[in-house]
């Protein structure tokens, strides 16, 4: 049975925080396993919304490539590369924006929550290309003829979107298009040190790519039991943010820490030390391959450049079927 295939892809916006890989990354290094991928940085994206600011791309894109090798994606099954380095993106998006009415992408929610977001931001994005942001998407994927999306709820109307552009294109012309389906991704939610979402914004953040000492560093700031002055005080691991953190990178000892938490036999200081301790654990495997590739950039390239030829050969297949079906 031939494997299905899956194309998804990262903004490269900044360097990683743990929330991040857990949220997306991890799973990515799961389903490597069971379908072919096309995993893109899609700095075409990037543009969308930081269009004046290109300057640190590059810088960016080199972080992402690390920050996904690191995580254990393997660059011979699968096919990493960057988006704006197969011109065939540009073409489809175009090709697609000619058939897809305005009113589609007007009232995809996340437009004018975001347009509201940045404009308080003070920040005007107003643009044809904001608005098209799902078209671009949808041509990321139907390029590859993905059949499958992993993405996170909010990304949902996005896929919508993306079926119904397909439908479109396969009535209009010639059924090209698979339908891709959206692949809810179960990731666990980490929040950040303070007990808010982890995001960059905030500050409370744990970089994906910290040393082991920055990871002790971080978790000895994680906010715990808020009612737990005293190491004698019970605590309640339920309100308690460390504990939230036990029970992604400590499973196996969650019994013992609730109970010790409860009965005051164990304390906060003790308790995230044996935290940081096992995060480093946990960890450990992409320090090694992070210093590997971080000491050789030129492989990282030549990864991407590979991946990049492979993606065109698949892209210009597709794209060949697509203009002789609008007869272009
Ligand atoms: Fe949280 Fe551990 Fe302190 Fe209990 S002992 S409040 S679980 S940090």
């Known amino acids: 049975m031939s494997k299905g295939r899956i194309f998804s892809g990262m903004q490269p916006s900044g360097k990683f925080h743990l929330g991040n890989y857990l949220g997306a990354l991890e799973n990515w290094v799961r389903l490597q396993n069971d379908y072919e991928c096309f995993f893109s940085i899609v700095d075409l994206h ?25 995580a254990g994606l393997d660059p011979e099954r699968n096919i990493i590369f960057i988006q704006s380095q197969v011109k065939e993106h540009h073409e489809l998006h175009l090709l697609l924006s000619m058939m897809t009415p305005l009113s589609w992408l007007e009232r995809v929610p996340t437009y004018k929550d975001k347009l509201q977001q940045l404009g308080a931001q003070g920040k005007d994005i107003n643009t044809y290309g904001f608005l098209g942001y799902p078209v671009l998407m949808t041509a990321d994927i139907v390029l590859y003829k993905a059949d499958t999306v992993p993405v ?16 479109r294109f396969n009535h209009l012309y010639r059924p090209v298009f698979p339908e891709p389906l959206a692949q809810l991704s179960k990731a666990p939610l980490l929040p950040g040190i303070d ?13 994906y790519a910290a040393s082991p000492d920055e990871i002790r560093g971080r978790v000895r700031l994680i906010v715990t039991d808020p009612q737990r002055v005293k190491k004698s005080d019970p605590g309640n691991p339920a309100v308690c943010t460390a504990y939230k953190f036990h029970e992604i990178f400590n499973a196996s000892q969650l019994d013992a820490i609730n109970a010790g938490c409860r009965q005051a036999n164990i304390g906060c200081v003790d308790c995230k030390k044996n935290l940081a301790e096992q995060m480093v654990v946990h960890l450990a495997d992409i320090h090694v391959r992070r210093d590997k590739y971080a000491a050789n950039p030129a492989r990282v390239k030549e990864i991407l450049f590979y991946g990049a030829e492979r993606a065109r050969k698949v892209a210009a297949a597709t794209m060949e079927e697509v203009r002789q079906a609008m007869h272009l």
């Open 46 to 70: 990037a543009l969308t919304s930081k269009f004046e600011d290109t300057g640190s791309l590059p810088e960016n894109i080199h972080h992402m490539a690390l920050d996904w090798l690191s």
């Open 195 to 207: 007990g808010r979402k982890m995001s960059k914004s905030y500050g409370n953040e744990i970089p």
């Open 152 to 167: 996170g709820e909010d990304q949902i109307p996005h896929l919508e979107l993306a079926r119904e552009i397909v439908r």
